[in-house]
């Protein structure tokens, strides 16, 4: 067994990496840019290297850095994460020139498989199913548009060395093909160095479901049973959960028995993934396709961990020392549920753009990386930030995978619900609302699933969640005791107005446009004619409060306002005024603030570059035209014009680095 080893990556990843390597007794080593060098993971390690500046093409990208920091502390082996130089037949190669163990599949593997127009051709030539389309090179966007055509739409244009959703685009028709075309390829040279794009049917109502591989050198291949990762945004994993709701023992073992196959086909060993794509529309489950294969950990492999009970860190380090697999494929068992939802620097309130910035306040419902897979009581965080840290422009936007598990689907998500509740983020915006918004919505807890869940189900934005009426009335009750112990806090500070007066106990508490009447009494709390049976504590200045109602808790982020409070629980963002009863029917008399009128102004939404500007001042242009298109954290967005009119206008010019808010161009 290796006595140390190197981790190639940063973040959350790396502390997963570390926490594995800690227990099975092996010394660890990070290597860190200007951007991590007070990271988490930096911290964690035995030993930490230096090397480079923030960009990743400048430090986690450059191989010869990586091999130096292993020849100066002596690591015998290098773990590579996911994303980075983790699929790079290079580094491999490099690796094992200078007698480095790559803990990793062998390189023929990650060039078989990491190429996706040659892995398609090989899956195809292995007997196994794959989706419509053509594997070739394409010349130009006219040529795109002739493959489009005749292969029919809707089609789906890919970066050949694409991955975590980069380099992808959906066209319904000719226009879209246009449009994405050199957006796709783009991204594919941005991100991976390669912008070759090959193009594919896109299945109707499909379903990612993917199968986790685990091999050994001695030629032993298991599938380790499959993850359901249909709920994306942008192509980009939001939601995944093991075993699939979708998936019968059956159809497990037919898809598990395929990827086994093409495994062997090019000598797999290590930890890997098949991804297929599932049509929901056949009742029968045999319409599988292979999409591709992944030659590394995956993200969200903690789902599978936890249901198998197999630490997957720890059998990918076996097997890169060379030991044989421990167990057989009759081994495999599914134990439970497990839910991963993973929680974003984005704001879903505004479209999802990007949030980068600090984490002024930064709390986890447990603590990262306490406990087994599992973690406690049912509940893991994986996460590489800390309080005060700061979520960089330079790499992803996650900041924490939240991972729970329980005996059945249903208290795996009501955990996930419970646990997001208690995830305080503060600076910088989070789609924790989202996915918990997701974890309650009756298609999620049905199995309904297919990539197309957050489009159809939140086709005009995300506006919170939707709020049971037992809620907002708990929440008015929770106002009203916050109010009352406010009140009685300004009364005992010396010379405050009121000092001798007892806190009011009766307060009209407006929830989403809704009054209701509150008083308090010493044994319970009225909401209008209702009782509410509720125990709580607070002290003024508490960020998180923890209701007892009826033999359930209900956790609330809370935060002062000028005539109430922010009160943020099950999704959803609550605006809440409280007054007192004898000061609410003055409000009527307040003169209401219009905001002023933006809609002339094409504002950027999100700290980004600007690559692309695609009208002058003097043009006339249509709504939903393209204006310009800038981009963050590696993803291109285009923004379109929102009425017909002309530009009077332009403030920016291409290669700018915007900041959000920034005015882009003016119309008359």
């Not at 929901?280 to 249901?307: C, K, W």
């Not at 005024?577 to 950027?604: G, N, Y």
């Amino acid at each position: 067994m290796f006595k140390k080893i190197l981790i190639a990556n940063r973040g959350e990843i790396a502390c997963r990496v570390i926490k594995t390597a800690r227990r099975m007794g092996i010394a660890t080593v990070a290597v860190y840019s200007d951007a991590d060098a007070r990271a988490p993971f930096v911290q964690m390690a035995d030993e930490a290297v230096h090397i480079g500046p923030s960009p990743a093409s400048e430090s986690y990208l450059v191989a010869d850095k990586i091999i130096a920091a292993c020849k100066a502390t002596g690591a015998e082996a290098v773990h590579p994460g996911y994303g980075f130089l983790s699929e790079r037949t290079s580094f491999a190669e490099a690796l094992a020139k200078e007698n480095i163990a790559f803990i990793g599949p062998p390189v023929n593997a990650i060039a078989a498989m990491g190429d996706k127009i040659e892995s398609k051709k090989l899956a195809k030539e292995a007997g196994v199913n794959v989706v419509p389309g053509f594997v070739g090179e394409i010349d130009d966007t006219e040529h795109a548009v002739k493959i489009s055509n005749e292969i029919g739409y809707p089609v789906m244009m890919k970066a050949s060395a694409g991955g975590g959703g980069k380099g992808m685009r959906l066209a319904y028709d000719e226009k879209d093909v246009r449009e994405g075309f050199e957006s796709v390829k783009r991204e594919g040279l941005n991100s991976f160095g390669d912008d070759r794009v090959f193009i594919e049917k896109f299945i109707l109502n499909p379903r990612h479901i993917e199968i986790q591989i685990l091999g050994d050198q001695h030629g032993n291949v298991l599938y380790l049973n499959e993850r359901e990762c249909s709920i994306q945004r942008r192509h980009q994993k939001v939601v995944e959960e093991a075993p699939s709701p979708f998936v019968t023992e059956k159809m497990r073992k037919a898809m598990g028995e395929q990827c086994v196959a093409l495994s062997k086909a090019v000598g797999y060993y290590s930890a890997g993934t098949v991804e297929l794509i599932v049509s929901g529309a056949d009742p029968t489950g045999e319409s599988f396709y292979f999409l591709e294969m992944n030659t590394r950990l995956q993200v969200e492999h903690p789902v599978t961990e936890a249901i198998t009970g197999i630490d997957l860190v720890e059998q990918m380090i076996r097997v890169a020392a060379g030991e044989k697999l421990a167990m057989t494929q009759d081994d495999v068992k599914i134990d439970g549920w497990a839910i991963e939802n993973r929680v974003y620097a984005e704001d879903p309130y505004r479209g999802f753009l990007p949030s980068t910035g600090r984490l002024v306040r930064y709390r986890t419902p447990v603590p990262a990386w306490a406990g087994n897979a599992r973690g406690e009581d049912g509940v893991r965080v994986d996460a590489g930030v800390e309080e005060g840290g700061e979520v960089s422009i330079f790499y992803d936007p996650m900041i924490a995978k939240l991972v729970t598990w329980g005996e059945t689907r249903d208290e795996a998500a009501d955990k996930q619900i419970a646990a997001l509740d208690r995830f305080e983020i503060e600076g910088l915006g989070h789609n924790i609302d989202f996915v918990s918004a997701i974890m309650q919505h009756p298609r999620f807890r049905s199995g309904e699933l297919t990539t197309g869940f957050i489009a159809e189900e939140y086709p005009d934005g995300f506006h919170g969640a939707a709020t049971e009426a037992h809620i907002v009335r708990a929440l008015a009750a929770i106002a009203g005791f916050m109010a009352s112990a406010e009140a009685d806090r300004a009364r005992r500070t010396d010379g405050q107005l009121g000092d001798r007066l007892d806190p009011p106990a009766k307060w009209q508490v407006t929830v989403g446009g809704t009054e209701h009447k509150v008083k308090l009494g010493h044994k319970h709390i009225k909401v209008d004619d209702d009782k509410i049976d509720i125990a709580l504590e607070y002290t003024p200045g508490d960020r998180l409060v923890i209701a007892e109602i009826d033999d359930s808790e209900l956790a609330v982020k809370v935060a002062k306002t000028r005539t109430g409070w922010r009160m943020t629980t099950r999704g959803r963002i609550h605006d809440v005024r409280v007054l007192p009863w004898h000061v609410a029917p003055l409000t009527q008399h307040m003169i209401e603030k219009i905001p002023p009128d933006l809609s002339r102004f094409l504002i950027c939404p999100m700290p980004g570059l600007l690559v692309a500007l695609h009208v002058g001042a003097g043009d006339k242009v249509e709504a939903g035209q393209p204006l310009a298109t800038v981009e963050a954290m590696k993803m291109e967005n285009i923004l379109r014009a929102e009425k017909t009119g002309t530009v009077k206008a332009v403030n920016a010019a291409q290669g700018d680095s915007l900041a959000v808010d920034a005015v882009i161009l003016e119309m008359e």
